[in-house]
């Protein structure tokens, strides 16, 4: 069976390792000129778990995970408003078995454990449902299955399912990432902050010298190019410059060279494959950020689409889609659940165990 994979990222990485380790001809194309680094710290949770153990790496993942100490929470002037030092928002209670790890890291274990043809700088130009692609670069193929794993703004999706307006659902809130020198001195340790309908959160981990900045503000939907960086960082720069430490935190997110901007939104369709075409993760389903389940929904339903593919070809789609829908609508729920803010850890954890992999 020969199978492309559009995108590089946690899920396209996933179903590379479980098609390749069945014997199939796997390549994978990635837009991006080369494996992307850094990147925000995100979490490998409930089922997910079960898959980077299927895969052989889930100790190496622990190895890597983030060393939190602790979080605080300040208003606009410093002033400290709490501190907790036995969970953070973003990866939970220090005792849970969930892995928060970053975002770099991850993809790199992942990509080491999946054989398959890396392709960087070349995307997919046109697709048909027999598996018919032709390629930015001009070459052309034909493959047994063609697999979407290229994130929110999919090309896949686009290609085989119609404009991505169809799908992509703005939750009201945009968000920055970026690092910078950590000139707040901070030590494994998280400051959270919002003011007037915009905040963030800055945190450093093993490297004392940098720090990870995510900077947000809530607005009404609005159009914007999500490939002009020098106009995201403008939209940042006019929206956050009243929150605290602005000054400093606006100057080194011009600096930085690894900014990335994106609206909060879910992706939400009535089907993620049609003949030889099929979905995985943010492509087909994003929870959002606010889940803190994207990674853990691009790893299970990977898994789940390869052990399908893997079964039969023939009705894969569906047998996907039977299976993991009930686990997608559990953890899309969660970024409703609370709107101003990432959803209850109770919460996450249900929907984190909402699917079994036999």
């Not at 928002?89 to 892995?99: I, L, T």
């Not at 991850?106 to 700088?121: D, M, N």
């Not at 493959?143 to 929110?152: K, P, W």
């Amino acid at each position: 069976m020969r199978v492309l994979v559009s995108g590089a990222g946690v899920g396209g990485a996933v179903l590379a390792h479980f098609l390749g380790r069945a014997g199939a001809d796997v390549t994978v194309v990635e837009r991006a000129p080369a494996p992307r680094e850094g990147g925000q710290a995100i979490d490998v949770r409930g089922a997910a778990l079960t898959v980077a153990d299927r895969m052989g790496v889930l100790d190496e993942i622990r190895g890597l995970r983030t060393t939190m100490r602790g979080m605080s929470m300040v208003d606009v002037n410093g002033t400290e408003l709490m501190r907790d030092t036995e969970q953070t928002v973003s990866g939970g209670r220090f005792d849970s078995p969930d892995v928060e790890i970053m975002r770099g890291d991850l993809i790199a274990v992942l990509s080491a454990a999946s054989p398959a043809r890396r392709v960087y700088g070349d995307s997919i130009a046109t697709l048909t449902e027999d598996g018919e692609v032709t390629y930015e670069s001009g070459g052309h193929d034909r493959y047994d299955a063609v697999i979407g794993a290229d994130g929110l703004h999919s090309k896949v999706r686009a290609l085989a399912f119609g404009p991505e307006s169809r799908y992509v659902h703005h939750l009201g809130q945009y968000i920055s990432i970026f690092t910078a020198d950590n000139f707040l001195g901070l030590d494994r340790w998280q400051t959270w902050f919002t003011e007037g309908g915009a905040g963030g959160v800055v945190f450093s981990d093993r490297d004392p010298a940098r720090m990870l900045v995510n900077l947000g503000f809530a607005a009404e939907p609005f159009p914007y190019d999500h490939r002009d960086v020098e106009g995201q960082k403008r939209l940042v720069q006019e929206r956050c410059a009243h929150v605290w430490e602005a000054p400093r935190l606006l100057e080194a997110m011009w600096k930085a060279g690894d900014f990335y901007f994106d609206a909060i939104a879910q992706v939400r369709m009535d089907r993620w494959s049609t003949g030889r075409v099929a979905l995985v993760g943010d492509a087909g389903y994003c929870a959002s950020p606010m889940s803190g389940q994207g990674t853990s929904l691009a790893m299970v339903g990977a898994y789940v689409l390869a052990e399908e593919l893997i079964a039969d070809p023939l009705g894969a789609g569906e047998r996907y889609e039977r299976r993991l829908r009930p686990f997608v609508a559990a953890n899309q729920a969660l970024a409703l659940e609370n709107p101003g803010g990432p959803a209850s850890p109770e919460s996450v954890q249900r929907a984190a165990n909402a699917i079994t992999l036999d």
